[in-house]
Nanobody, 128 residues
Framework: QVQLVESGGGVVQAGGSLRLSCVDS????????MGWFRQAPGKEREFVAA????????RYADSVKGRFTISRDNGKNTVSLQMNSLNPEDTAVYYC?????????????????????WGQGTRVTVSS
């Protein structure tokens, strides 16, 4: 059973940083590609970043490249998203998700439909 719990959201001023974490209480974390998505009010859920099960491959949305870094610790069943240089457009609820179908070393998917399990989300608010 995969259960994902996000933490680390909050309110931050523009230009600031936050680090989101997602813990998987299940036993298959090391076999799952992990992704972060976000949904702003009135907008569709969008891809942010993803990392392969092995940690060897990463993918980022163009809007966050150079500002956000995704990482994972398979020993702690944790995936993190370091967010720097935040701006008001980054305000959203952030969700982590697990994909158990993509190969361990394959580039992870940016499509939300590829992900099998989702957390409840953590809210990030960036004030101007």
């Amino acid at each position: 059973q995969v259960q994902l719990v996000e933490s680390g959201g909050g309110v931050v001023q523009a230009g600031g940083s936050l680090r989101l974490s997602c813990v998987d209480s299940g036993r298959t974390f090391s076999l799952s590609a992990m992704g972060w998505f976000r949904q702003a009010p009135g907008k569709e859920r969008e891809f942010v970043a993803a990392i392969s099960a092995s940690g060897s491959a990463r993918r980022y949305a163009d809007s966050v490249k150079g500002r956000f870094t995704i990482s994972r610790d398979n020993g702690k069943n944790t995936v993190s998203l370091q967010m720097n240089s935040l701006n008001p457009e980054d305000t959203a609820v952030y969700y982590c998700a697990a994909d158990q179908k993509t190969g361990l070393f394959s580039v992870p998917s940016s499509a939300w439909s590829a992900y099998d399990y989702w957390g409840q989300g953590t809210r990030v608010t960036v004030s101007s």
